[in-house]
Nanobody, 125 residues
């Protein structure tokens, strides 16, 4: 069983920064791949960033150069550092985990079997 608990969301002005955290509980082999997804109001869920146990990462084109995904294995915590935030980054952000390396279609979410409850990020112009 895996439990994922997100925190760190909030409201920020455009150009600002936030760091999201995801505390992970459960068997490590179930969480080889971890990622962040988001869903804005009236929009479909989209992948933001993913990281595997070997440190390899992937990012959505819309956040490349602005967001950084990282993981502290000692603390079993996943992070998403978000800089230069834009109003279009406003969404509910979800942490996700899966047992295998993420593939080329990771952004669809199929590689991830465990999901957190989400944390809201609101960016005002």
């Amino acid at each position: 069983q895996v439990q994922l608990v997100e925190s760190g969301g909030g409201s920020v002005q455009a150009g600002g920064s936030l760091r999201l955290s995801c505390a992970a509980y459960g068997y490590a082999y179930s969480m080889y791949c971890m990622g962040w997804f988001r869903q804005g109001s009236g929009k479909e869920r989209e992948g933001v960033a993913a990281i595997d146990g070997d440190g390899s990462t992937s990012y959505a084109d819309s956040v490349k150069g602005r967001f950084t995904i990282s993981k502290d294995n000692a603390k079993n915590t996943l992070y998403l550092q978000m800089n230069s935030l834009k109003p279009e980054d406003t969404a509910m952000y979800y942490c996700a985990a899966g047992p295998y390396p993420h593939g080329g279609s990771w952004e669809r979410g199929a590689d991830f079997g465990y999901w957190g409850q989400g944390t809201q990020v609101t960016v005002s112009s």
